[in-house]
């Protein structure tokens, strides 16, 4: 099944019955979502629960999924490591692919959101773990997407560049609106940083839940099973 693109105002994904098997062994079990313009969506899940499965299908990057999955033309997605270009600096690797005509101008502008203008020159290899992720948020961030893909983005940060990152994350969605899911582990960052969370297990779906809602945290960790149900 390939990803088709949304169009209904405000709509920025839906999923219906997504299912996708890998030798037989079925990783999403129907997956059923939604998610509108504006609308930051965590989706936790531990080890192995099909979270990048999922993500990598809205992305198109996998095709071999059975279901519908309608997304916004205009997606860009980020890894936990960075993928810059070794052999491209900074600037070059931001606008990457796109058309000539005001990319340059268009990738500064990128980067200094990111807090990263005095480095546009550089080489990838110069940049700090954090530079390189604020490098990757700016090469997303440039093609101005409906829907933000972020698989575990910060997840091979420490502490401290983490919660800066949170930050930057925060102010940059609110000043661009797109759609996000972010895909991670941390109960913490999904509560911090989302508006909704959702726990994926054994490839289903559980409750939608809204972040500022009760004992969120504790909910979670039941779902996830790190803390007993009770
Ligand atoms: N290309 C593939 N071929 C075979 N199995 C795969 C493939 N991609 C993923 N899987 C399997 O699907 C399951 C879900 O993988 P996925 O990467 O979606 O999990 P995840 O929730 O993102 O895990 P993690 O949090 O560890 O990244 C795993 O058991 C994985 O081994």
Sequence with gaps: MTTATTTEAALAVRATGVHRSFD?????????????????????????????????????????????????????????????????????????????????????????????????RDWPITLSGGEAQRAALARALVRDPALLLLDEPFGALDALTRLKMHALLRELCRKHRPAVLLVTHDVDEAIALADRVIVLTDGRLGPSHEVGVGELRGVLLKELGVVEAG
């Excluded at 099909?50 to 198109?60: H, I």
């Excluded at 936990?80 to 070794?86: I, N, S």
């Excluded at 600037?91 to 200094?112: H, I, Q, T």
């Design 24 to 120: 037989g062994r079925e990783v999403l079990s129907g997956i059923d979502l939604t998610l509108h313009q504006g609308e930051f969506l965590a989706l936790l899940g531990r080890s192995g629960s099909g979270k990048s499965t999922l993500l990598r299908a809205m992305a198109g990057l996998d095709p071999d999924f059975t279901g519908e999955l309608l997304v916004p033309e205009r997606r860009s997605v980020v890894f936990q490591d960075h993928r810059l270009q070794p052999w491209k600096r900074v600037l070059d690797n931001v606008v990457l692919g796109l058309p000539r005509a005001g990319a340059k101008e268009a990738g500064l502008n990128a980067l200094a959101e990111v807090g990263l203008t005095e480095r546009a």
